[in-house]
């Protein structure tokens, strides 16, 4: 049975601000952090939108396509649920009016919770349990002021909604890679994250992204030259880079999904964000590797092609592109209003 | 706002679901169980596509009173905001907020269209109430 991804909507809020902004409020050298984390600007939510709002616009794009009433499940991936206790996913199937007979859940799994949801709706429909269910990650991204953080954590996410009926993207293979590592975390009732500094690095991202990476295309028997695109989750600019290059992918293969330098970290929505990003202009046939990277930690990752229903998708849904595009700049005052 | 009326309010406030007449096609929001033209009482449910024209509008620069004591700590912290008299393109006008633009950009006539945002937070602990805002249509 042919599985994969039969619809994707993007969401990003339209403010930004630029690193030389937050950078003049901490007292530090703008051009030093740009270079450090090759990262210009990031996104900011709007003081009334959250993971719930984020989620909602980009699910009302994704079932622009496709007969909603066919979706199961709703799962939603994040890691700033606006409640402790009550479900972001059932906000967005109520928005997006599915009725009531579905499953849903909310997932946490720091900034991989997106990609684990696709894993759960392709097992439900790859079972024959239902005929579509519908995955989202989603983050307004915390990050403590003057903490290094403040200058990527950002707000945006994607929906994917998983078929088996007039599939645009198929998924061939998915793996994942797992294991105690505690390298960024946020105690409950506490306010911002807290992280290990570089031990983010080598044991928790590169560890994680370069052992699923190997594994998919180990599985799937290809090799770094048989994609056309790669995307691997972007806590900065230089981390996927360096990942990418240790893994044997060119810069063309990872631009057009590196978007960290625009809108900063989306947390759960980077890695989908991506993925959504090229979507919308990936050809049929073209293949696609996607890892994602939560700390705690894991990395799952998947392996896809593109089928000639995509262009009809493409021709409908919202462009990242031109998410990135829409913005409005605000200064660190209106920064500090919006996101605290 | 209590909590049975924001579950009740919930297809109004989230997907704009007013009532159609079935006799004389007038189309309400929000809803209505009689039309006021011609007295039906078989009022259906309608859903409004969420675009329509800014009729008039008005910036806020000071917060909002609390008679109930609901503290409204996101609103508060909101202003200035553009609050405007909205006609939908099916006909009902509704009152609703601009978000996501300057001041220049706002005008009457302006076209706008429905988005989903965060309405009110009842206080820390209560219950967080979503529904439609407006923006710019370009």
Redesign the interface.
Known sequence: MTVGIISWGSYIPRFRIKVEDIAKANGSNPEQIKNALMISEKSLPGIDEDTITISVEAARQAIKNIDSKKIGAIYIGSESHPYAVKPTSTVVGEAIELGNNYTAADLEFACKAGTAGIQICLGLVKSGMMDMALTGGADTAQSKPGDPLEYTAAAGGAVFVIGKEDVVAVINETVSFTSDTPDFWRREKEEYPSHGGAFTGQPAYYRHVINATKNLMEKAKTRPENYDYAIFHQPNGKFPRRVAKILGFNEQQISPGLLVGYIGNTYSGASMLGLAAVLDIAKPGQRILVTSYGSGAGSDSFDITVTDKILFNQKRTKKVLDLIKDKIYVDYSKYLRNTQ | MAVPKIWRK?PEY??LIGKLCPECNAKFFPKRTVCKNCGCTRMQDYKFEGKGKIVTYTIIRTSMSDPEQEINE?AA??IPYALAIIKLKEGPMLTAQI??C?DSELNIGKKVKK?????LENGPSGV?Q?GY?FKIDK
């Open positions: 919930i989230y997907n996101q912290r909101n978000i996501d300057g988005v989903f945002r965060k309405i967080i979503y805002k």
